[in-house]
Nanobody, 126 residues
């Protein structure tokens, strides 16, 4: 059974950094694009970052551009989200997801993703 498991969340002060990991198992994810989404209490799930199957193309929401970096290691079936200069508004549950879609527009839409992890909490204190 295909499975995505996130890790690396936690509590950090504003201005700090965290690195999230998403380990994939149960099937080959190397040919799938991967994405990170987040959901804060009382808000809709929103797109954060996405990366093509090869890792050669990345996309970021404007709110995290220049602060977050997405990367992947296909040999390890793992995707990473490096988060720097964290702000209190980054507080949310962060989800990893996988999709067979390739269009830039689709990669920003949660409905395009076929597989989801259980999420990891990120809390940024002011």
């Amino acid at each position: 059974q295909a499975q995505l498991v996130e890790s690396g969340g936690g509590l950090v002060q504003a201005g700090g950094s965290l690195r999230l990991s998403c380990a994939a198992s149960g099937r080959t994810f190397r040919n799938l694009a991967m994405g990170w989404f987040r959901q804060a209490p009382g808000k809709e799930r929103e797109f954060v970052s996405a990366i093509s199957w090869s890792g050669g193309i990345t996309y970021h929401a404007d709110s995290v551009k220049d602060r977050f970096t997405i990367s992947r290691d296909n040999a390890k079936n793992t995707v990473y989200l490096q988060m720097n200069s964290l702000k209190p508004e980054d507080t949310a549950v962060y989800y990893c997801a996988a999709t067979s879609s390739v269009s830039p527009a689709a990669l920003r839409m949660s409905g395009a993703y076929d597989y989801w992890g259980q999420g990891t909490q990120v809390t940024v204190s002011s």
